[in-house]
């Protein structure tokens, strides 16, 4: 990473942070919409099966509605002495199976008849007694609208389809049982029956029947997805519709021994909704099954109606969702690669591109080129603005560069003149570069007042002072007003004047000592006269003195 350049960390920077963040998104986009779309599928079999099972109740509630009105017309009858017929009974049964497809048989028991009905004395040639001679009608839909009558085998309360009834004296249901009709064809039933009650003694049954066969077929005929299936339990844990038609009529611990799924048995005896996922008892599949419970009437005795659906097919909704999600999700991804890669590439085209130019200008300022070549950005974006702010900027400061290297020339230029002693040069050049343009002002200031206190051309006083080292005082300076100038043209003019009266003077003098030599030849000569007649007085002193010595010496050995 140390080695790339600006662009290539930038872009590999974003690709990272777009891949991570939308990664992330799509993984939890796609995982909250494949929950989303799983819990809406279950939500579906759950309210299929709550509808299905709230069908077969409306069923079995009709039933026991049924068998109540049955019940009601009989003990209503008994109590108010109405005088009801056999073949009317056996009407009414006929028109309870034609109001309700569903029923196979509607049936009436009487241990005793005598209620109702008088004895039977052998004349009435109908089908419906028993061979006791009761009254006990058992009416079968054929379908057509042809129905079939025949006797309920003697009354007996053990009999399964009389005994529950009996026993709870209210509206019952009986387990599935196996019942042999008179032709000797064996149906697997279900009686929905209640008690005959007079002054609190049971004296019949009267029921329905509804084949499981009929049920299994409406039920298998109902389809979830592709395969999902319905199946039914009652309250007993027997098997009422099942696509495994082997295990209809018989416990459901026949067809499976797993608890999770004889947790449907456990749970819906409860009145307990269920749900689990594994193994379909159809096929092996991984499957998502769910149990609804619904109550037989008010008996507390449940029904449960379950649904199993392969995992794959109530998910393949799901699966389209994620896979579409997955897949417009690396479309998005792949589209945003491609306009970061471009749009990087331009950034970096750019960068590189205002780096080159900053470098070149760079160079140009350490005096490493000669020139720079603007930046060579034609876009309105930010990138084109910074380049056009640039290259006007690089253009000042190149104008300011040059105008600086005009000056520092011209002052190189001033300096050459002022070294060969010409102090009335100035520098010319301007420049928008205030330190330089102050500097320069200065500069010629400083050579202004130079010239005005020393000279104009440096030059011409050294001639001049090399002239008065060799005592000629003649030459001046001409047309310079600089001070020092004028003090040496005045100083050659009082020197000149100075010598002019020396000159006089020692012309004078000249005179004065030709005058003076003949005097002192005149001194001299009486100067050695004076000698020659000092050295005879001298001579004669000596002489005196030493008479005085003698006369002293002579006056003192006297005093002596």
């Known amino acids: ?40 599928a279950k939500n579906y079999i759950k309210a299929t099966v709550k509808a299905y099972a709230m069908e077969q109740k409306s069923i079995l509630d009709n039933t026991i509605s049924v068998v109540d009105s049955m019940v009601n017309r009989i003990e209503t009858a008994i109590k108010t002495g109405e005088n009801l017929t056999k073949e009317g009974m056996v009407d009414y049964q006929k028109n309870i199976l034609k109001k309700n497809d569903f ?21 009435d040639v109908n089908p419906y007694y028993t061979p006791k001679g009761v009254f006990q009608p058992l009416v079968t839909s054929e379908g057509g609208g042809k129905y079939s009558v025949e006797f309920l085998p003697e009354f007996n309360k053990e009999d399964v389809y009389l005994k529950p009834a009996i026993e709870n004296k209210k509206v019952s249901i009986t387990k599935p049982y196996e019942y042999e009709m008179s032709n000797g064809k064996k149906v ?52 009422v519709a099942h696509p495994r038609t082997e295990g209809v009529g018989k416990p459901f611990s026949n067809l499976t021994s797993n608890p999770t799924v004889l947790g449907i048995i456990e749970q819906g005896v409860k009145g307990k909704e269920y749900d689990f996922m594994t193994k379909s008892l159809r096929d092996g599949k991984e499957a998502y099954t769910y149990s609804y419970p619904y109550e037989f009437g008010d008996t507390k005795r449940y029904w449960m109606m379950a649904c199993s659906v392969p995992i794959d097919e109530f998910m393949e909704k799901a699966n389209d969702v994620r896979n579409f999600s997955l897949i417009f999700s690396f479309i998005v991804l792949g589209l945003i690669i491609v306009i970061v890669v471009y749009n990087m590439r331009i950034l970096s085209k750019n960068l590189t591109t205002i780096s080159s130019g900053l470098l070149g200008f760079f160079a140009f300022l350490n005096k490493e080129s000669q020139n720079t070549t603007p930046i060579n950005i034609k876009s309105t974006d930010e990138f084109g603005t910074m380049a056009k702010v640039i290259n006007e900027n690089i253009v000042k400061t190149q104008e300011l560069i040059k105008q600086d290297e005009l000056l520092i020339n011209d002052v190189k230029r001033v300096v050459d003149e002022v070294k060969a002693g010409h ?57 310079d007003n600089g001070k020092v100038a004028m003090g040496i043209n005045n100083l050659a003019t009082i020197i000149n004047d100075m010598l002019k009266e020396n000159k006089a003077n020692g012309l004078t003098l000249e005179q004065s000592s030709k005058l003076l030599l003949e005097n002192v030849d005149k001194l001299n000569l009486s100067s050695n006269e004076a000698a020659a007649s000092l050295e005879e007085t001298a001579a004669a002193l000596e002489e005196i003195t030493s008479n005085i010595r003698n006369n002293t010496e002579s006056i003192a050995k006297m005093s002596s």
């Open 103 to 123: 029923l196979f048989t509607a049936w009436i028991g009487f241990e005793d008849d005598s209620y109702l009905f008088d004895r039977y004395d052998g004349k």
């Open 188 to 239: 697997l039933m279900v009686s929905v029956a209640a008690p005959i009650i007079i002054n609190s003694k049971v004296i019949g049954v009267v029921g329905v029947d509804f084949s499981l066969e009929t049920i299994n077929k409406k039920v298998s005929e109902i389809t979830l997805y592709k395969t999902g299936y319905l199946s039914l339990y009652e309250p007993h844990g027997i098997v």
């Open 423 to 479: 102090l009335n040069k100035r520098i010319e050049k301007t420049t928008v570069n205030t330190g330089l343009e102050e500097l320069k002002n200065n500069f010629n200031e400083m050579l202004e007042n130079s010239m005005n206190n020393i000279c104009t051309d440096v030059n011409k006083v050294v001639e001049v002072l090399d002239k008065f080292s060799k005592l000629d005082f003649r030459v001046k300076i001409e047309n």
């Open 1 to 40: 990473m140390k080695n790339l350049n600006f662009g290539t960390k930038l872009l590999i920077i974003l690709l990272g942070t777009v891949i991570l963040s939308l990664g992330t998104m799509i993984f939890f986009t796609s995982k909250n919409q494949y929950a989303n779309a799983e819990e809406e």
